[in-house]
């Protein structure tokens, strides 16, 4: 190494909140350097000569510091996450080579428990707002229906009372004005109907998941004309409120780019329990596209940002899966413990 290099890596080392090390092959620090050192307790060199073993206090070769050094001294380079003394680190390792034989391993950590805290931070806010927006939902169908919907039946009433109390000689027109009234008032009655029930359908609560799922989606069909298909189970025992609204917005958000980008003839959702893990997917047959050249126009790239941060906010994720001619395949996975975990 130059001293141009050695002061270039001196300086990236007192900088950035990083730990490098070394080891020998019977995984003994060899080196350790870094301005993380200190957020660690730990001075520079400091561990020159402790095995990993004992600076972990934990012998067993499958825990998962010493297991990535296992797999670095077998030529694989690996990185994952690592919680020391409250601190999260981004850790790196792979082999250390000299004239191509594997003499130890060397490894990288960067401090992010600034970005995790960030992280964390932010799925606290989606889900508050997450959480904000349901019951917001809730209220205005509670509104609609006890205000709104209240008014409508009983102005409904009242023409078919003044209809059936006309004058036999009434005017005819009179009778038409009458009737024309009555089909008005049940147009906007089915409209606050079907309002009430995009906010927060009754099925979701009566019945579960699936089976609004599977209601929205014969809606979908009929409004669309694209043939929807779904598979699997209620979920027992069922998800929170919270989880089970999002999961259904998740797929409402998806069938809806795909009404209006694909150009699908089909569309099928699939649930499926996995244990700790619930995953929903929406699957398309439409044209798809490449994720990694194609530009999506700014409704469809909001819907699935929109649907990430909704996956997130239960502590999941989601994925996009696609190509050029299709199909595309949408997948949510959240912990069946969402609502906690994200909340905590």
């Known amino acids: 190494m130059s001293s141009q290099e050695r002061k270039l890596l001196d300086f990236l080392l007192e900088q950035v ?15 350790s350097e870094g301005r993380a050192l200190e957020e660690l307790g730990l001075q520079p060199g400091q561990v020159v000569g402790v095995s990993l073993y004992d600076y972990f206090h934990n012998p067993d070769p499958e825990f998962p510091p010493i297991a990535h050094h296992r797999a ?7 990185s994952w996450e690592q919680q020391w003394d409250q601190r999260i680190f981004q850790c790196y390792t792979g082999p250390l ?9 060397v490894g990288i950590a960067l401090d992010i428990s600034e970005r995790e805290s960030a992280r ?59 009737a024309d009234c009555a089909r008005l008032v049940e147009e906007v009655s089915q409209t606050v109907r079907g309002i009430m029930a995009d906010l927060r359908p009754p099925v979701l609560d009566d019945f579960g998941l699936v089976t609004a799922l599977r209601w ?18 209620e979920l027992v025992p069922r998800l929170d409120a919270a989880t ?18 694909s150009q699908a003839g089909g569309a099928r959702i699939e649930v499926g329990d996995l244990g ?24 469809a790239g909001w819907g ?41």
């Open 17 to 31: 909140p990083v730990v490098v090390w070394t080891t020998d092959t019977q995984l003994h620090f060899t080196s």
């Open 72 to 78: 670095a001294l077998a030529g694989k380079a690996t």
């Open 97 to 105: 080579e000299n004239r191509g034989r594997v003499i130890g391993v």
């Open 120 to 178: 964390r931070a932010l799925r606290a806010m989606t889900v508050r707002v997450t959480e904000v927006e349901e019951l917001e939902r809730q209220r205005l169908a509670r509104e609609l229906h006890d205000r709104v919907g209240q008014s409508l039946t009983a102005l409904s009433l009242n023409l078919l009372v003044a209809t059936n109390r006309l004058d036999p000689l009434a005017a005819e027109n009179v009778r038409s004005l009458l």
């Open 216 to 233: 929205y989606g014969d809606r979908f069909s009929n409004l669309t004309g694209i043939h929807f298909e779904l598979t699997g189970t």
């Open 244 to 261: 089970e609204s999002n999961l259904l917005l998740i797929a409402r958000e998806a069938l809806t780019n795909i009404s209006r980008h």
């Open 276 to 299: 700790e893990i619930v995953r929903l997917a929406i699957i398309d047959d439409g044209q798809g596209f490449d994720p990694d050249t194609q530009q999506l126009d700014r409704t």
């Open 304 to 344: 699935l940002m929109t649907m990430r941060e909704r996956a997130a906010g239960l502590g999941g994720s989601l994925a996009v899966e696609s190509r050029t001619g299709g199909p595309t395949r949408i997948v949510a996975e959240v912990p069946r413990s969402a609502w906690s975990r994200a909340s905590s």
